[in-house]
């Protein structure tokens, strides 16, 4: 078993519609959570980033993470073409602690 | 503006014949990773330095190699690649402390031929 899963999709939404993305994990000694964007063919790019439980809100973006389920979300409001990418959790257990990547879903808004 | 910066972008090799790749950053980070991640997978970690210290995954086969001279620059050195080391390869860089934020380059596709 993978101490990350995240659902490959793609998922399909219409623009304006809410994207809801998640991951679940098995290492209950993570603490640090992190959603990355990655447009095809290049690299990851820091979407958002939680220590420990509850929400975090950026613009049209939140994240949660619910330690007691281990599993995180991620949320995305007024979906655009432009967010259609591949969108990698990640997560680790200590400020050293290697990162631990989900597969990625592919998300996709169509106009 | 701060950032990381990979070349080249797209890199040909042939079956066996070494390839280097390059890593630059501007954001003075004291860590650089290696990732290789092929189509549809995660990322998956090679090995990083952290300042000169060099930290190789146990899995990382003998034939990736990695030199950081300095600060700002890191390579990744495939010594003799085979078909199945055709992937992307990203370079991430870190403060290293408390917020083990990692800020990833564009990348590099390699194909082996």
């Known amino acids: 078993q993978k101490e990350v899963e995240q659902d490959p999709g793609p998922l399909s939404v219409p623009e304006g519609a809410i994207v809801s993305l998640n991951c679940t994990y098995s290492?209950?000694?993570?603490?640090?959570f992190m959603w990355y964007r990655q447009y095809s063919r290049k690299g990851p790019e820091l979407l958002m980033y939680?220590?420990?439980?509850g929400n975090k809100e950026d613009g049209r973006f939140t994240a949660q993470v619910d330690k007691s389920s281990k599993y995180i979300s991620l949320f995305i409001r007024d979906s655009q073409p432009s967010d259609s990418a591949t969108y990698l959790c990640?997560?680790?257990?200590?400020?050293?602690?290697?990162?631990?990547f989900g597969a990625g879903t592919q998300v996709v808004v169509t106009p | 503006d701060a950032m990381v910066i990979q070349n080249p972008r797209y890199q040909v090799t042939q079956f066996g014949k070494p390839v280097t790749l390059s890593c630059s950053q501007t954001?003075?980070?004291?860590?650089m990773y290696w990732y290789q991640q092929k189509s549809s997978q995660a990322p998956k970690l090679l090995f990083h330095?952290?300042?000169?210290?060099?930290?190789n995954e146990a899995d990382t086969p003998d034939n990736f190699q990695s030199r950081r001279p300095n600060t700002s620059f890191c390579f990744l050195d495939i010594r003799s690649p085979g078909l199945g080391d055709a992937a992307m390869y990203l370079c991430?860089?870190?403060?290293?402390?408390?917020?083990?934020?990692?800020?990833f380059g564009p990348g590099t596709r390699l194909l082996v031929l």
């Open positions: 954001l003075n980070h004291n860590v």
């Open positions: 330095y952290y300042d000169k210290d060099f930290n």
């Open positions: 990640a997560m680790k257990g200590d400020s050293w602690g290697k990162l631990q």
């Open positions: 939680t220590y420990s439980s």
């Open positions: 991430a860089t870190s403060r290293g402390g408390e917020e083990e934020t990692q800020y």
């Open positions: 290492n209950s000694a993570f603490q640090y």
